[in-house]
C-alpha cells in the first residue's frame, strides 16, 4: 500500500522560499504521477502543479508560474516542491497526492488515490 506524507511547510516572511517534499513508502514512485495542492481557510482545493511518472510537468495555478517548481528524486521516493518568492497569498496546507498514472498528471483531486495529511504554508511578515 502507498503512503505519502509531505513535510517541510513552516512560516515564511514574504519572499522567501521553502522547499516542501512528498516521501512515498511502500510502493516505488516510478509508475506514479504527484501532484500537489493547497487549500486555504474558507476554500475550496485547489491543484497547483503535478509531476508525472516521465518528469512532464504540468501547472494548474497560474499564479504559481515562474516561482514553483517540482522535482522528482526517484532513488529517494520522494517528490519536492520548491516554493520561491512567497506571498501570502500562497498560505495554505499543501498537500501531496499520487495518482497511478503514465505519462500524465491531472489537477483534479478525484483522479488521485493516495493522499498525505498535508502541511502548513504560512507567509507572513
Known amino acids: 500500500q502507498l503512503q505519502v506524507v509531505e513535510s517541510g511547510g513552516g512560516l515564511v516572511q514574504p519572499g522567501g522560499s521553502l522547499r516542501l517534499s512528498c516521501a512515498a513508502s511502500g510502493v516505488t514512485l516510478e509508475s506514479y504521477a504527484i501532484g500537489w495542492f493547497r487549500q486555504a481557510p474558507g476554500k475550496e482545493r485547489e491543484g497547483v502543479l503535478c509531476i508525472s511518472n516521465s518528469d512532464g510537468v504540468t501547472y494548474y495555478a497560474d499564479s504559481v508560474k515562474g516561482r514553483f517548481t517540482i522535482s522528482r528524486d526517484n532513488a529517494k521516493n520522494t517528490v519536492y516542491l520548491q516554493m520561491n518568492s512567497l506571498k501570502p497569498e500562497d498560505t495554505a496546507v499543501y498537500f501531496c497526492?499520487?495518482?497511478?498514472?503514465?505519462?500524465?498528471?491531472?489537477?483534479?483531486?478525484?483522479?488521485?488515490?493516495?493522499w498525505g495529511q498535508g502541511t502548513q504554508v504560512t507567509v507572513s511578515s
Open positions: 497526492a499520487a495518482q497511478w498514472s503514465f505519462y500524465y498528471c491531472s489537477g483534479y483531486a478525484t483522479e488521485y488515490d493516495y
